[in-house]
């Protein structure tokens, strides 16, 4: 038995609140004749009458007042079903998976996440900190949709946009020489070890860093032992100096100090947000165009970085 669709329940129902084909068929603004046929298909279809007729009136039958509450409810499921699909398709529910490196961690990404949950609350944001060498990958497969890392050079089929601009600064021992003075220049860390992730772990924070110092006139000398907390650990006992963006300031551990770096300063590091090309519309472009905003109201950027880039290989 085919059962009928959503057109045939739509003139039921507007023909039973009525009372009148004469009425539903204009309100429905179709032919009277157009709505008699398809009650009375409705009718035939289900093997039950529905409606009970007279010359004045038209009244639900009991199986037709049964049929009505069902067909309502088919009808706002339905119309609920539309509805939730293109609000998915314009980014405003459904689920938004975003990477971010440490970074972003303290201050850039939980500042777009408030922004994003004032103005997307039903939006469903899952997130999680990862290397920036793994943001391609993550990308690519799928596992996220958007990552915020340091600018690096991407592969084939991922785009990027300019999220921020953060001055590095020194991070120091609190017992180390070089650590009493509020200010200094780079250069002078000529001959220190600098704790700094691999490159492989970490590409654009590890070529901001380099490039910072031999902006510095030096080639910094590199710890290879360099590995998550263990930095930390390694800054306070006075062993090595990393660079880091002031965002990091309340999360440095007891025992290391930042130092603001001296004109000429070296070139803020640059943090994008990045996205595989495919993934135009919905959440992905809600998500830019509020970082945007976000963006220009935190002064982020300088007025001439703000658009978006292509691979960059």
Known sequence: MTSPDLRQMRYFVKVAELGSFT??????????????????????????QLLQRSPRSVTPTGAGEVYLR???????????????TQAAARGEVGTLRIAYTVTS?????PELRTALRAALPGLDVVSREVFGGDV??????GAFHLALAPRAPLPDGLESQPLREEQLVAAVGENHPLGVEDSIELSR???QPFELWPRHMAPGFYDAVVAACRGAGFEPRI?????????????????????????LEFQV??????????????????????????????????FCTLARDVCSEKGWLPPHDRTTRANTR
Not at 26 to 43: G, N, R
Not at 70 to 84: M, S, W
Not at 105 to 109: I, P
């Open 23 to 48: 009425a539903a068929a204009d309100e429905l603004h179709v032919a009277q004749q157009a709505v008699s046929q398809q009650v009375k298909a409705t009718e035939q279809q289900l093997g039950v």
């Open 70 to 84: 069902e067909a309502k409810r088919v009808l706002e499921a339905a119309e609920r079903a539309v509805d939730h």
């Open 105 to 109: 961690a303290y201050e850039t990404f």
């Open 136 to 141: 391609p990958a993550l990308l690519t497969n």
């Open 189 to 191: 860390f000529h001959d």
């Open 223 to 247: 710890d290879k032992s360099a590995t998550g907390q263990i930095v930390w650990g390694t800054i306070a006992e006075g062993q090595g100096v990393a660079l880091i963006v002031r965002s």
């Open 253 to 286: 551990p007891n025992g290391v100090r930042l130092v603001c770096l001296r004109p000429p300063q070296p070139p803020p590091l640059s943090i994008d947000i990045i996205w595989r090309s495919d993934s135009v519309g919905g959440a992905v472009e809600q």
